[in-house]
């Protein structure tokens, strides 16, 4: 049968998608509305004026939480735990399954995905309810700084065209 593989993990996945929904019930009330201005400044803040990275809203209206809760959530969140497969199951699905994970389960859009061409990596960019923001590794479940090194799990080697840092001086970002 195709999904066979898929049998001795149904359990634990059915538990976290059952523990996901009763925690997003639980911080529904912690959610903060921001507009597109706020995501604006708390981008620029962290950035800085970056001509060679395109920022593309897709909304004019915000939602999101504190740190503190999106650490809560980050901790109870399976994105990281996926299977890594280089060109197939790598970075930029990991971005895009953490940022849809969060408007689908958290109600949460100022979450964005960024591509940054300048290391050949892709990863999130969280917009916080205090209006600033951060980068964010989903592979990895932590908030690394501007420029800090990339360090992929299981030692997979970055593109020969990387600059090897969450630098970010050319790409784009959706959010």
Known sequence: MPLDWLRPHFDRIMVSWWETLKL????????VTLTY????????DLL??????RIE???????????????EVIANDPTE????????????????????????WYNVNAVGFVLDKSSWHAYNIVVFADKTA?????????FPALNESIVIPGGVPLSEWSTGRYSLTKGLILI
């Not at 997003?24 to 959610?31: G, I, K, N, S, V």
């Not at 951060?134 to 932590?142: I, S, V």
């Open 24 to 31: 997003a019930y639980r911080l529904y009330p912690e959610l």
């Open 37 to 44: 201005q706020d995501v604006d400044a708390a981008l620029h």
């Open 48 to 53: 800085g004026d970056r001509p060679d990275v």
């Open 57 to 71: 809203r897709q909304d004019l209206a915000y939602r999101t939480y504190p740190r503190s809760i999106f650490e």
């Open 81 to 104: 735990r996926s299977m890594a497969w280089p060109e197939y199951n790598d970075c930029d699905n990991y971005a895009w399954r953490f940022k849809s994970a969060m408007d689908f």
């Open 134 to 142: 951060a980068l964010f590794e989903p592979q990895q479940d932590r």
